[in-house]
């Protein structure tokens, strides 16, 4: 079954993490190849969220320094 829900950070760290040991234990070289270029993926996904929720709790800290300001 296929869930659109985006991943959150957990989610695709656990999956970087099982990508990881997959590539240490499999000994075949395009299988290999397949399960890091897919771990490269989720590590730019994985860059990408991590930024995006830098951004956002930038973007909460800002706002509560103007509230305290105006308070």
């Known amino acids: 079954m296929i869930d ?17 040991q997959a590539i240490i234990e499999v000994t075949h070289p395009r299988t290999r190849e397949s399960l890091i270029f897919i771990l490269s993926e989720k590590i730019d996904d994985l860059t990408c969220l991590m930024s995006e929720e830098d951004i ?15 308070v």
Do not use: G, N, W
Request: charged share 30%; glycine share 0%.
């Open 56 to 70: 956002l709790d930038k973007t909460r800290r800002q706002v509560l320094m103007v509230e305290d300001i105006s």
């Open 4 to 20: 659109a829900t985006p991943l959150t950070v957990e989610e695709i760290l656990e999956q970087c993490q099982s990508l990881s």
